[in-house]
């Protein structure tokens, strides 16, 4: 049973571009969850995803970033117009369906570098 | 509101015990957590407290809580140099069934020869 897959691993882009950062759930877990590690600081939540749903967006900026998680394929996590700023590490973690236990799985991070 | 403290960096011999402290302000969590991030890796979950425990014991690893103080400690007995990481200590809030998780910053743990 793979673990949480993220990709890519890192991530170069200029200001201006999109970032699609990606995120495949371990198998059989139906939720999932966004983090973002700024240099020098902890993991803030950023989106909590159920298949096909927004269940908790309270951690996302306003502005450029959004979240889905189809009903197939992975979550992806995209940030439009970066900003030097958006530079971090992006954790994505799974779990399965509510009700079970209290482990959430963390993928390895998409770090992100904006130039 | 919601806050976690860890102090930032703990240097220990190899062989010997380290402790490393939280505190937290939401007396409302269920869970707290300790997860370890070594270089350039993603976050490895360690072990986890029911709020309802004190302690909690896991091979080398050591949880105690206290709840009255909400205080959280690990201890990793026999530290090795593999230990070295940094550790984030994480609370659940009252997330009923949200796993939003609320973080310290992480204690750089330093393990010398």
């Known amino acids: 049973n793979a673990g949480v897959m993220q990709n890519p691993r890192h991530l170069v882009r200029r200001r201006g571009q999109e970032a699609r950062l990606r995120c495949s759930p371990m198998?059989?877990?139906?939720?999932v969850y966004w983090y973002r590690q700024l240099p020098e600081e902890g993991l803030k939540f950023m989106v909590y995803?159920?298949?096909?749903?927004?269940?908790?967006e309270s951690g996302m900026p306003k502005e450029r970033f959004s979240a889905e998680f189809p009903k197939e394929g992975p979550s992806i996590l995209r940030i439009q117009q970066v900003v030097r700023g958006d530079s971090a590490a992006y954790f994505c973690?799974?779990?399965?369906?509510?009700?079970?236990?209290?482990?959430?799985?963390f993928g390895q991070g998409t770090r992100l570098t904006v130039v | 509101g919601e806050d976690v403290e860890q102090s930032l960096f703990l240097s220990v011999r190899e062989g010997d015990s380290s402790v490393i402290n939280c505190t937290y302000t939401?007396?409302?969590?269920?869970?707290l957590y300790w997860y370890k991030q070594e270089p350039g890796a993603g976050l490895q979950l360690l072990t986890y407290i029911f709020s309802n425990m004190d302690m909690k014991q896991d091979q080398r690893l050591t949880v105690l809580l206290n709840k009255k103080d909400k205080h959280l400690s690990l201890r990793i007995a026999d530290t090795q140099t593999g230990d070295s990481a940094i550790y984030f200590c994480a609370e659940s809030g009252n997330a009923g069934n949200n796993r939003k998780l609320i973080w310290g910053l992480g204690t750089s743990l330093a393990v010398n020869p």
């Open positions: 198998k059989g877990h139906s939720h």
């Open positions: 973690a799974s779990s399965p369906g509510q009700g079970s236990n209290t482990e959430a799985f």
């Open positions: 995803l159920q298949k096909e749903n927004i269940i908790d």
């Open positions: 939401d007396s409302s969590s269920t869970y």
